[in-house]
Nanobody, 124 residues
């Protein structure tokens, strides 16, 4: 199982980016999927997740209303649309997949498979 994240880059405050996470060797069916981010020296933090049905989203309070998580099962791709970006959104973003119960969706322990990370820098 491999996950390949892409789409990071440098963007000005208020701008937008869309991250993608392509899966190889498996589909996302019956997997909970998520995005986490990490800043150097800090723990990896939850950003957004989708339920194992792929229909129920979960968001960190800090990104609610600005980010949207979505999935295209046929294309085996997970997305994170990020709008109204702020300097504090700067981090390495990781996609992940697992087969956990709902109570673990916001925790790294709910995910078995991880992408390599893509850097998002929000700066003027």
């Amino acid at each position: 199982v491999q996950l390949q994240a892409s789409g990071g880059g440098l963007v000005q405050p208020g701008g937008s980016l869309r991250l993608s996470c392509a899966a190889s060797e498996f589909t996302f069916r019956n997997y909970n999927t998520g995005w986490f981010r990490q800043v150097a020296g800090k723990e990896r933090e939850f950003v957004a997740a989708l339920s194992r049905t792929g229909t129920v989203p979960y968001y960190a309070d800090s990104v609610k209303g600005r980010f949207i998580i979505s999935i295209d099962i046929t294309r085996r791709t997970l997305y994170l649309q990020m709008d109204a970006l702020r300097p504090e959104d700067t981090a390495v973003y990781y996609c992940a997949a697992g087969q956990a119960i709902q109570s673990y969706y916001r925790s790294t322990t709910g995910y078995k498979h991880w992408g390599q990370g893509t850097l998002v820098t929000v700066s003027s």
